[in-house]
């Protein structure tokens, strides 16, 4: 009786829930496929595309369903924003209950695809594949505490061959007004879209993907946020206490310079070359946090230096910032690079707790993979593309607002009561025949 009642609580819960993101659809006919979506996505299930779901959710009528479905996930005109913006009105202050956001998350995630008419489909790295492969990127930003996350942007990276080719664009669906921009264009649009709705955290984080551009980390500076980003072992950098050469003193002649500069003696170094030039007194093993079978731990040295790259063009030294680097021991030399801007004051320990942050987005992107099938979108259009994500971080919103109960990683069929049988003898198209 008592799971019987938690379930009918459950589904209860989850209907308010649809109930009130209904009116981001813009029209009221919109809620019953809504709904319906939502919870096919909560369901237990190999496949999380449109087919699979229609038999899922309404067994007696799969063909109605499946059609009211794809219209809804790939025609229909309502709003990315204004549906995201919704959960995330809802669930963010749900999150801030266990303590505030912490962090603006940066990342982006792909999803092997075949074929090339797919929006966005091109041979490019494959962070679930860890190679180059066919695949679609999106790019997405989460904001975090030390509980919980929550995407609240979500956009497809649209390459530059697709970006220039008019053929592909109109079959694919893709709005005029999108035009190619580098993965960090698009991060930075949504980190400014997030200050403008009066989003707020403590920082911004993202990996070496990101963080390597200098102008994307000028430009988080100038939305006056810290952040704590990867960079590489070859970014450029002034060591603690050095910095550019004053501008040449002007003799008289020609035009002044007032840029400062550098000579043959005179250079910064990579970030590896000054951690391997560090004494062991500088390293020291901080714990972040508890994993699931033990703690986690690493050895970590952080100092103060300039980033040099092109500062040559430059009148004034950039400013100090951190240098955190982590070197397990059992490595031959260190592992991962940060920059960041917090304060000069901050802990060692507190810095590296931050930048360790990054793994929500990763706890992020398995939930919405393995259990709300991000990636199983089979259309090719770009606005079903991102309905279907949007949906999919719509269900994610209700299964953090059901953490007490049942946590993102527990068992979905405890959600929403009894999963209905599938149609006897029903088999998605393209399966293989039964033997």
């Keep these: 009786m008592g799971l019987k ?8 819960r989850f209907s308010a829930y649809v109930e009130a993101l209904s009116s981001a659809l813009g029209h009221a006919d919109r809620a019953v496929p809504f709904h319906s979506y939502c919870a096919g996505l909560l369901l237990p299930g190999d496949r999380k595309s449109v087919e699979p779901m229609a038999a899922r959710v309404q067994p007696g009528r799969v063909q109605a369903a499946h059609q009211s479905l794809h219209h809804f996930v790939a025609k229909s005109d309502w709003s990315d924003d204004t549906v995201l913006a919704a959960v995330r009105a809802r669930v963010l202050p749900l999150i801030a209950k266990r303590g505030p956001i912490r962090a603006l998350i940066i990342d982006d995630t792909g999803m092997p695809k075949k074929g090339r008419h797919s929006v966005g489909v091109a041979r490019q790295y494959c962070g679930q594949l860890g190679k180059q492969d066919n695949c679609q990127v999106a790019v997405s930003l989460s904001a975090a505490n ?49 200050v403008t709705a009066g989003v707020q955290a403590e920082t911004v984080l993202a990996d070496a993907g990101y963080g390597n551009d200098t102008d ?45 500069r550098r000579d043959a003696a005179h250079q910064p170094v ?20 508890e994993g699931s079978n033990t703690k986690l731990t690493s050895r970590f040295a952080a100092m103060r230096v300039r980033p040099a790259h092109r500062d040559y063009q430059r009148s004034t030294p950039r400013p100090e910032e951190w240098c955190l680097i982590e070197w397990p021991a059992s ?13 000069a004051s901050i802990s060692k320990s507190a810095l590296v707790n931050t930048a360790k942050l990054r793994w929500r987005i990763e706890r992020d992107y398995q939930d919405l993979k393995q259990e709300l099938g991000l990636g199983h979108y089979e259309g090719r259009g770009w606005r079903g593309f991102h309905h279907h994500a949007t949906l999919c971080i719509a ?15 527990g068992p979905r069929n405890a959600l929403l009561g009894k999963e209905h049988p599938l149609p006897a003898g029903y088999r998605p198209r393209g399966s293989p025949d039964p033997a």
């Design 216 to 260: 994307f980390r000028d430009a988080i500076t100038e939305l006056g946020l810290p952040y704590v980003v990867g960079i590489t072992s070859a970014t450029s950098l002034w060591p603690p206490g050095k910095e550019p050469l004053p501008p040449k003193p002007w003799r008289g002649q020609g035009r002044p310079t007032s840029a400062i």
């Design 146 to 194: 030390d509980q919980a996350s929550l995407p609240i942007a979500y956009r497809l990276y649209l390459p530059r061959d697709w970006a220039d080719d008019p053929e592909r664009r109109a079959a694919a669906g893709v709005p005029d007004e999108i035009v190619f921009q580098t993965k960090p264009q698009i991060a930075l649009d949504q980190l400014r879209a997030a």
């Design 395 to 409: 269900a994610y919103g209700f299964l953090i607002s059901e953490r007490e109960a049942i946590p993102p990683s």
């Design 5 to 12: 009642s938690g379930r009918r609580g459950s589904e209860s």
């Design 270 to 289: 990579s970030a590896r070359q000054m951690a391997m030039a560090l004494p062991k007194s500088a390293w020291r093993q901080v714990t972040w946090r």
């Design 331 to 343: 490595e031959a030399e260190p592992t991962k690079y940060w920059l960041s801007t917090l304060p």
